[in-house]
Nanobody
Framework: QVHLVESGGGSVQAGENLRLSCTTS????????VGWFRQAPGKERELVAS????????YYSDSVKGRFTISRDDGRKTAYLQMATLQPEDTGMYYC????????????????????WGQGTQVTVSS
């Protein structure tokens, strides 16, 4: 069992920035690809960004491309989601998740491929 703890959420005004962190309990974070998902009220959970085990391959949804940056620091056992120029439509609960053992540069994008999930951190953006 791998435990994930998200932090960094909050309430901000449109145009402001936030950085989310996801810290893992595993001693081998390099074995996992990482994804950030969000779920807005009344909507399905969607993948906004993911990063391969190598850290070299990244995916972004069209809605956040150019504004969000995913990164990882395996030495700190932490992944990050830097969110810039936030908009009200970015409001939602943000979850990190990890996928065990994909290929080193494999991109993981399907929710079913993620094995462990955090409890989430709320992001609220007001106009």
């Amino acid at each position: 069992q791998v435990h994930l703890v998200e932090s960094g959420g909050g309430s901000v005004q449109a145009g402001e920035n936030l950085r989310l962190s996801c810290t893992t309990s595993t001693s081998y974070p390099d074995l996992y690809a990482v994804g950030w998902f969000r779920q807005a009220p009344g909507k399905e959970r969607e993948l906004v960004a993911s990063i391969s085990r190598s850290g070299e391959v990244r995916y972004y949804s069209d809605s956040v491309k150019g504004r969000f940056t995913i990164s990882r620091d395996d030495g700190r056992k932490t992944a990050y989601l830097q969110m810039a120029t936030l908009q009200p439509e970015d409001t939602g609960m943000y979850y990190c998740a990890v996928s065990r053992g994909p290929a080193y540069d494999e991109m993981v994008t399907s929710p079913g491929e993620f094995d462990f999930w955090g409890q989430g951190t709320q992001v609220t953006v007001s106009s």
